[in-house]
């Protein structure tokens, strides 16, 4: 008798007590360890939007900067002389831009915005430079000129088409699908690789987003106002006049990025970009997002010289 109740208490399993003590022990170790795992998802998250963000907006200011740099180029001739094609009074300017529009047109400049835009803060610009040819054939393009899709852009066909068959990028915000984009519009090739020129027909032209998330694009133009080629005054679009065109020296650049996660839990308190500094005085200068509260945000911004005249100055012997 005495070995079966030793057997018995031996079997005996654990209190009420240890199991409480257990399983108290037991939730502090899963508490410790789901609160580590958040911390180190929030942090890997930071990281991760702060990364896409300094890529995204280095990469959307070194298109739009290479692009202006572009502007008006106008190759030499082969024996390194003269310049060959030139850019008169006449003629479209290089550099066109629009005020509060995300639905630029088809077309040789920008003077009105499209139909059917459902975005009026963001700036729009259009570019125009000359093309470069292989040696052995002008009109086939040797990679070294593109636009703002990354394909090459050629010379003219003739001396009497070397306006309208100038390069061409438009870049503005596209809003598709709840997001806003950084687009390029570029003129459409031909079987023969050729861009089609000539026209302002929207099919002979292509729409390409380039950089997610770019919701806020802002332009200011540097103007020569006594000739030189140092700009006095910056301007909007809507303040620009025909000549101020042709006298736009440097552009500065304003953008607002946003990443793709919502981080934040907190939207009560709504960070608002200058993107031109305190000092400047329109709105459209300041950008306050209305969605995506939760989400990180950066602002980029830089100044851009044109390397090229606007157009060919009567004095200039180099030109035609």
């Given at each position: 008798m005495p070995s079966?109740?030793?057997?018995?208490?031996?079997?005996?399993?654990?209190?009420?007590?240890?199991?409480?003590?257990?399983?108290?022990?037991?939730?502090?170790?899963?508490?410790?360890?789901?609160?580590?795992?958040?911390?180190?998802?929030?942090?890997?998250?930071?990281?991760?939007?702060?990364?896409?963000?300094?890529?995204?907006?280095?990469?959307?200011?070194g298109l739009i900067a290479r692009a202006l740099r572009q502007t008006a180029y106008t190759p030499t001739s082969p024996d390194g002389g003269t310049l060959q094609p030139s850019i008169n009074d006449p003629d479209v300017a290089s550099i066109s831009g629009l005020d509060g529009c995300d639905n630029p047109p088809a077309g040789e400049r920008l003077?009105?915005?499209?139909?059917?835009?459902?975005?009026?803060?963001?700036?729009?610009?259009?570019?125009?430079?000359?093309?470069?040819?292989?040696?052995?054939?002008?009109?086939?393009?040797?990679?070294?000129?593109?636009?703002?899709?990354?394909?090459g852009v050629a010379e003219a066909t003739s001396a009497d088409t070397v306006s309208t068959q100038r390069g061409l990028s438009?870049?503005?915000?596209?809003?598709?699908?709840?997001?806003?984009?950084?687009?390029?519009?570029?003129?459409?090739?031909?079987?023969?690789?050729?861009?089609?020129?000539?026209?302002?027909?929207?099919?002979?032209?292509?729409?390409?987003?380039?950089?997610?998330?770019?919701?806020?694009?802002?332009?200011?133009?540097?103007?020569?106002?006594?000739?030189?080629?140092?700009?006095?005054?910056?301007?909007?679009?809507s303040s620009m006049s025909p000549d101020d065109w042709k006298s736009v020296y440097a552009v500065k650049i304003g953008m607002v990025i946003r990443a793709d996660n919502n981080?934040?839990?907190?939207?009560?308190?709504?960070?608002?970009?200058?993107?031109?500094?305190?000092q400047y005085g329109d709105g459209e200068g300041t950008y306050k997002p209305t969605q995506n509260l939760g989400s990180a945000r950066r602002m980029f911004t830089t100044t851009v010289q044109t390397r090229n005249y606007q157009i060919c100055y009567k004095d200039d012997p180099r030109c035609f």
């Open positions: 079966a109740m030793y057997r018995r208490n031996r079997m005996r399993g654990f209190s009420l007590v240890e199991l409480m003590v257990a399983l108290v022990i037991s939730l502090l170790v899963l508490v410790a360890t789901v609160s580590f795992y958040l911390m180190t998802k929030s942090t890997y998250t930071t990281i991760d939007d702060s990364s896409n963000l300094e890529e995204r907006g280095q990469f959307a200011l003077t009105a915005c499209g139909t059917g835009g459902t975005n009026t803060t963001n700036d729009a610009i259009e570019i125009r430079f000359f093309g470069s040819g292989t040696a052995a054939d002008r009109t086939v393009p040797d990679n070294t000129i593109f636009d703002c899709s990354g394909q438009i870049l503005f915000i596209q809003q598709a699908n709840g997001n806003s984009f950084l687009a390029c519009k570029f003129r459409r090739r031909d079987a023969a690789g050729h861009e089609i020129t000539g026209t302002t027909d929207e099919k002979d032209f292509v729409t390409l987003q380039l950089v997610p998330g770019v919701e806020s694009l802002q332009f200011l133009y540097g103007v020569s106002t006594d000739g030189d080629t140092v700009p006095e005054v910056y301007k909007r679009a981080t934040s839990a907190d939207t009560s308190q709504t960070q608002s970009y200058t993107l031109f500094g305190s």
